[in-house]
């Protein structure tokens, strides 16, 4: 286990994480036999996941929790469902489901990069790679960046980036290491390069959205899709970026992503409630009504992990961020799980899709259950990354 001075200052032993991952493991297995061919909704309704087609952003971390549980358990019968679950993905892509998004990502590096890189299963890096075609697609070569959303030719998201998408570019690396193709690798190190540039305010906050201009590739102007205006902090934007950047450091070994990775980690920390579960927009901070983000909690656990190993152990950083991990993993441990609520067949309460929009605001959240899975498994062992 990581960290074991500050593991033994939190009272969190390995029988600690066993217990967390334990729960996991009962409520994958609960779920197991309703998304056998479907997949759970991206937030729940009243604490439950409804049954839903592979058809949002969302589905790769159902399967993802699969591979995690294999490589916890050995346990064949996870990844006999999660193989099962490949063919979804081949249809998606076939049919073109919903493909016009960045998070392709999300969606196969979670999929088939992890069922490869598990089992050498060459169907599922056939797949990968497919996705990561139509991910290039999506790229503009005079702006350096892939669009998020929509048509490349509607107005209204033509050259939109969005700070998300910082974690879906591991795709593009990892089918640039494995076909030799260095399309995809300058691809994702423009995207992300700009999205340091333009993306990470002087203050070291993000926006969660920002408009280039396509032909010129001049930058325009930022603007939040979920966060409370265009000028605060949205918080799982945040935290995707304090975990996004040192994973292309991870492949391109930039020291500047490592530099833009601790600023972006360093504003978070410092806008934490006591418990480390922060409110839906760090704007908010202690003392006051506003709903917390349990999801941000847990991509910031995986993403301050991550970012800490990178860093030599003469950095303050290192130890800051290894400890206020293992603070939000124990925070959302002991208070913010579905234990006890056996109604839900969720992992972690208190999350928050999209307050603007009302939806999934204080319920479970299917990434926010992949990515606490992720922090425990990242505490329990020298965890190879899928992404």
Not at 150 to 175: K, S, V
Not at 310 to 325: F, G, K, Q, V
Not at 343 to 352: K, P, T
């Amino acid at each position: 286990m990581r960290n074991h001075v500050a593991i033994e200052e939190l009272g969190i032993d390995r029988a600690f994480i066993e217990e967390a991952i334990q729960y996991v493991l009962s409520q994958i297995d609960r779920n197991m036999l309703t998304f056998t061919d479907t997949f759970p909704s991206p937030a729940s309704v009243d604490h439950r996941y409804e049954e839903w087609e592979n058809i949002e952003w969302t589905p790769g971390f159902w399967t993802g929790m699969l591979w995690l549980a294999y490589e916890v358990t050995g346990d064949a019968k996870y990844r006999l469902a999660a193989e099962h679950q490949l063919e979804s993905y081949k249809i998606r892509l076939e049919e073109r489901i919903q493909t016009d998004m960045h998070d392709l990502g999300f969606l196969y590096t979670l999929s088939c990069v992890s069922a490869y890189k598990l089992t050498c299963n060459e169907e599922a890096k056939r797949l990968a790679i497919q996705a990561a075609d139509l991910l290039l697609e999506r790229y503009w070569d005079q702006a350096g960046i892939i669009q998020a959303w929509g048509n490349l030719n509607n107005p209204d998201e033509r050259g939109r980036m969005i700070i998300d998408c910082c974690m879906n570019l591991p795709l593009l690396y990892w089918a640039s290491e494995v076909t030799g193709d260095e399309r995809y690798y300058k691809a994702a190190d423009s995207h992300v390069r700009q999205s340091a540039a333009y993306l990470i305010r002087d203050d070291d906050s993000s926006y969660h959205t920002f408009y280039m201009d396509v032909e010129t590739g001049e930058p325009r102007y930022g603007k939040t899709a979920q966060g409370f205006s265009d000028e605060s902090c949205w918080s799982r934007g945040q935290a995707w970026a304090l975990y996004g950047f040192p994973l292309s450091y991870k492949y391109s070994r930039r020291s500047e992503l490592l530099d833009v990775g601790q600023r972006s980690a360093n504003y978070y920390l410092d806008r934490l409630p006591a418990d480390y579960v922060c409110y839906w927009d760090l704007m908010f901070t202690e003392g006051n009504d506003e709903e917390r983000d349990s999801s941000a909690a847990a991509i910031a656990a995986c993403g301050l992990l991550e970012l800490s190993k990178y860093l030599p152990l003469s950095n303050d950083n290192r130890r800051r961020y290894e400890n206020a991990s293992l603070h939000m993993l124990k925070s959302l441990a002991e208070g913010y799980t579905t234990v006890g609520n056996p109604e839900s067949n969720g992992i972690l309460l208190h999350a928050v899709y999209s307050k603007p929009h009302r939806n999934g605001v204080d319920e479970c959240c299917i990434w926010g259950d992949y990515f606490y899975f992720e922090a425990l498994v990242r505490v329990k062992k020298d965890w190879q990354l899928y992404w």
